[in-house]
């Protein structure tokens, strides 16, 4: 290297020493330069830039949250207002909007993916039964059948995170976009968050990295608006957004009748839901808050509303949150304009942390604070929400954990029954019961040639199904 390059790199990193030691001050965590002479200057550099952006006032409010004994929820009453699905105008409308392209879907692939103990990204997991597909994979041919349909390239967004970003995009162009036009996708990664200790602390990771995790589903609005997405979207006339989760394969990005709805009620949101049977499922309960339709998540409400039922027996909370929402676009815009007004969830968590030999471990039992924004915290800034009710075994099978209950074990068999309902929809035959098959996407959004085609004929002797 050149002489004076040698000499501006020096001052460079010599300044951000500085700055870096006047933001340690402001947040007292000097330990967390204790590997700093063993490091390569690549990795120092990585540390700095990660100290650059701790926000001292983000850990004032982690802190504020850590110290923070019971949250006060409001007074909770029952929401029972909700539409039943079936309408087969709104069913019209919606496929309408669609074909003019005024809907777009975006699927949040940011999380970790921890009960499921999956390292890569989640939308890597092979779902499918017989050909394995992964989410990644049953999602975008899910987008290119209602392409088809709609007979035009509807858009979809990915949120990632930095630690499955690169995997991801690697994963989609290898895979050449899973048949869509790489112009129809759009990729783009949330932040993370700093984890705290018990003492409400910063800790490393690693020798160079400081523990930290992704902040949250709602950010995938923030992003979403702040990464341009927004503005070519809106620009290109789409008016609703589809938002799902990655880890739900039944979750359909293009639903027409929601977005039929939608746009008959103009509130700005609507949420799909079903109806909780078990109280103990791992599902956000719908309810009012404060007579604000919101909803208050498993792991924070309290048994006694949890578990609260009718004199007829029937539960008081009746609706699950499957965290599918349609929102107008415009409401997406102020929720991100106004969400720093999100407030933090925390929850004690197992997490990598780094042994004083300097070595990354997994700890085997809770030991630090993780903070999220979470999606449905966006509702009180809707002026008006609806919410329509489907039946669970069309919309929700979630991956969430390695085995039992919401895992590939009762995944397969949801999907394979949504499956044997489609086929039976579209031919009018039943499908015998002993017989395993998987339908390509195709089938979920029917071209006329397509129903034309498969009305009357029974189930073909192969277990994948091509139209
Ligand atoms: C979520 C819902 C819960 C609902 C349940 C249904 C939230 C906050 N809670 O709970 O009300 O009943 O799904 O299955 O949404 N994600 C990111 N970035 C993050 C965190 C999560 O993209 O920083 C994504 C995950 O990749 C996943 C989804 O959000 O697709 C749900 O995250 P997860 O933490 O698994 O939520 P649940 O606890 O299952």
């Not at 998540?297 to 929402?325: M, Q, T, V, W």
């Not at 997490?351 to 990354?360: A, C, D, F, I, S």
């Not at 309902?421 to 015998?432: D, K, N």
Request: proline fraction near 6%; hydrophobic fraction near 40%; aromatic fraction near 12%.
């Amino acid at each position: 290297m050149h002489s004076s390059k040698v000499f501006s790199f020096a001052l460079w990193f010599f300044l951000m020493v500085i700055q870096v030691c006047s933001a340690f001050e402001e947040i007292e965590h000097q330990h967390l330069l204790r590997f700093w002479n063993a490091l390569t200057v690549d990795e120092q550099t990585q540390l700095l830039a990660q100290i650059k952006e701790i926000d001292s006032n983000t850990i004032f409010l982690q802190r504020k949250l850590i110290a923070q004994k019971e949250q006060t929820l409001g007074v909770l009453t029952s929401f029972k207002d909700f539409a039943n699905r079936g309408s087969e105008a709104n069913l019209k409308i919606g496929k309408q909007l669609i074909s003019e392209g005024k809907v777009g879907c975006l699927i949040v692939a940011g999380g970790q993916g921890s009960r499921l103990n999956c390292e890569g990204p989640k939308g890597l997991f092979p779902i499918t039964s017989i050909k394995k597909k992964s989410l990644f994979q049953l999602f975008c041919e899910r987008v290119l059948a209602a392409s088809k349909q709609a007979k035009r390239p509807l858009f979809l967004a990915i949120m990632t995170s930095p630690v499955n970003h690169k995997e991801t995009v690697k994963n989609f162009e290898e895979n050449h976009f899973f048949g869509l036009d790489s112009t129809q996708v759009f990729f783009f990664s949330q932040d993370e968050i700093p984890l705290l200790d018990q003492t409400g602390n910063l800790f490393l990771e690693s020798p160079s990295k400081i523990a930290s995790g992704p902040d949250g589903n709602a950010a995938s609005l923030k992003y979403f608006v702040e990464k341009g997405i927004w503005s070519k979207w809106y620009r290109e006339g789409v008016r609703y957004l589809n938002y799902v989760h990655i880890d739900n394969p039944l979750a359909d990005p293009f639903d027409a009748e929601l977005s039929g709805f939608h746009h008959v009620e103009q509130s700005d949101v609507v949420m799909k839901c079903i109806s909780r049977n078990d109280p103990l499922e791992k599902l956000g309960v719908i309810l009012k808050k404060d007579n604000i339709l919101s909803v208050v998540e498993y792991s924070e409400i309290a048994p006694s509303e949890r578990d609260a039922r009718e004199p007829d027996g029937s539960l008081k909370h009746l609706c699950g949150n499957i965290s599918i929402f349609s929102f107008k676009m415009d409401f997406v815009r102020e929720v991100a304009m106004n969400y720093d007004q999100l407030p933090f969830h925390k929850a004690w968590k197992a997490v990598k942390y780094l042994t004083p030999e300097g070595k990354t471990k997994m700890a085997d039992k809770p030991m630090a604070w993780k903070f999220e924004k979470f999606i449905f915290d966006v509702l009180p800034f809707a002026r008006s929400i609806k919410a329509l009710l489907y039946p669970r075994e069309e919309c929700f099978a979630p991956l969430k954990n390695a085995s039992g209950d919401d895992s590939i074990a009762t995944v397969r068999p949801a999907l394979e029954q949504y499956d044997r309902q489609v086929f039976f929809h579209i031919s009018g035959m039943a499908p015998p019961l002993s017989k395993t098959f998987e339908l390509d996407p195709q089938f979920y959004y029917p071209t006329p040639e397509l129903l034309e085609k498969w009305k009357g004929l029974p189930l073909p002797d192969a277990s994948y199904i091509d139209p």
